[in-house]
C-alpha cells in the first residue's frame, strides 16, 4: 500500500462486522451468566508497576495520569467493594509492544468470578472460546508449567539455570548475542516463546497453569515443594490469547511484590510509577475469594476471521491512528 | 558510534552482533504473556553469507554497521587481490580472496561488479548476474541431440566449470547465471 492509502482502514469490512457480532456474543455470554459490565477509568493516577509492561504516561497542569495497562485494579476495588462477579471490555494500552500479535492501543476482555478457583476459571475461558470462535470447541488439554516445559523444550523450568536455557535454545539454532543476557525467568520466557508456546493449541485449546512462584504477577502462591503461582495461560494454535489467575487477596503480599518491582525498575533503570496505594487499601478491608483473566479480544478475532496480523482485524492500527 | 534500538529494526538494516556485520532479513516482535520481551530476527553475516536466528531483549540497542554498497570496475589480479575501480572518482579499491568469495570465476575484466564495504574495507564482491564466458574444454557434442536435455560438464576460459546442454562445443561461447552457476544461454560474440 502506497503512503497516500494511510488514511484507509487495514481491518476489511467483513472482518470488522465479525468484530461487531462477536462483542454481541460476549454481552450475551456474560449476561447469561449473570456477570455485571462495569466500566473503570483508562487514565489513572497509579500504575503498573511490572517491570514488563511499560504504561504510557499523560502529563497536565495537575500532574502525572497513566493510562490502564489493564483494568485490573479498579475491578478489584470494585470486588472488595461487593461487586460479585464483574466484566469488562475495554481499550488498554502498553508503550513499545508493535508487532504481528501486538498493538500498543488493544481491547481487552476481563473478568473476575467470586468463589472460582483458576481451574474452573480455566473452564469458562474454554467456554467463552468455544462460544465466539466455534472452530475451536472441542475438549481442552490442561498441562502445567512444567510439564509444558518438559514435553516441548526437554527441561524442567522448576530446576533450571541461564547456561542451561542458553544450551537449549543454542542446539536449536537460536542464539543469543553475548551482550544480551536475561534472568532466569528471561531465559525461560525466551524459551517459552520460541519453543514451548509455538507448539502448542493446534487441535484444541491448550491452558498452561502453576507457573513458577517468580512469574506470579498478582497470582496467589500455593505452598510445595516448589511453590507455584496459582496462574494460567491459554493457547490456540500457538498464540497466547488469555491470562489469569486464582487472584491474590493478601495486602501485605501484594505490597511487598509492589515494592519488590519497584526495586527491579530501579536497578534496569526504568522508569518509576506510582504504586496503588487504593487497591492495597481495597485488600485490606477484605477481599473475596475469587479468579479472574484477561483475555485479548483482538487476537479472538484473529482467529475467529483467519486472519494473519493484529492490523487485520483493527481499523486503525498505531501507525495510522 | 550509531546505533538502533530493537524498535527500530526492519528488514535491511545493518547491525553489528558479536563483532561481525549482518543485514536483517526479518524482525519480529514476541512477547510471551506476563514475561520478558524479545525480538526474533533472522540475520545474514555479510561476512560469510551464513544466515542466522537471533533473539534480542526488546529495548537494547545494537551497533549500527556501517556497510555500503557501490558499483565498481574490475580490472585486474596480482594473485593475491583483485582490484577494482570506482568509476565515479576513480580511486582504486583491492579485494582479498576471502572478500571475493566466488566471484572470481566469473571476471576476465571490465566487468561492472557491486562491492560491499565495511568501515570502508570490502567485506563481499558480487559478480555481475550474468557472464559472457567461451568453452575451453568439453566432451564433443552428439550431434543433431538439441532435444532431450542433456548436460555435460564444460570448463570455461575463467577456469569455471559449468554443466551445458549436449549440443555445446569448444570454442562457443556461453551465457552464465553467476548467482546460481547454471548455464542460461547461447551467447554471440
Known sequence: MTQDEGWRPTASFDVLRLRAQMLKQLRAFFDARGVLEVETPALSRAGATDRHLASFRIDDAHGSRYLHTSPEYPMKRLLAAGSGDIWQACKVFRADEAGRFHNPEFTLIE??????????????????????????????EYLTYRAAFQRYAGINPMQTDAVACREVLRIRGNEVPAAHAFDTDGWLDLIAGEIVYPALGHKHVVFVYDFPASQAALARVRPGEPPVAERFEAFVRGVELANGFHELADPGEQRRRFERDLERRRIDNLPMVTMDEQLLQALGQGFPDCAGVALGFDRLVMLAAGAEAIEDVIAFPFDRA | MASYSTSEFKAGLKIIIDGDPYNIIENEFVKPGKGQAFNRVKIRNLRTGKVLDRNMKSGETVEAADVIEMDVQYLYSDGQFWHFMN?????????????????????????????????????????????????????????????????????LETGATVRVPLFINEGELIKVDTRTATYAARAKE
Open chain 2, 87 to 155: 568509476p565515479e572518482n576513480y580511486e582504486q579499491i583491492a579485494a582479498d580472496a576471502t572478500a571475493m568469495g566466488d566471484a572470481p570465476q566469473w571476471l576476465k575484466g571490465e566487468e561492472e561488479c557491486k562491492i560491499m564495504l565495511w568501515n570502508g574495507k570490502p567485506l563481499a564482491v558480487t559478480a555481475p548476474v550474468f557472464a559472457i564466458l567461451k568453452v575451453t574444454e568439453t566432451d564433443p557434442g552428439l550431434r543433431g541431440d538439441t532435444a532431450t536435455g542433456g548436460t555435460k560438464p564444460a570448463k
Open chain 1, 111 to 140: 473478568w473476575y468470578r467470586v468463589g472460582f478457583d483458576h481451574h474452573r476459571l480455566m473452564r469458562e475461558v474454554a467456554e467463552l472460546i468455544a462460544t465466539l470462535v466455534p472452530s475451536v470447541a472441542g475438549e481442552p
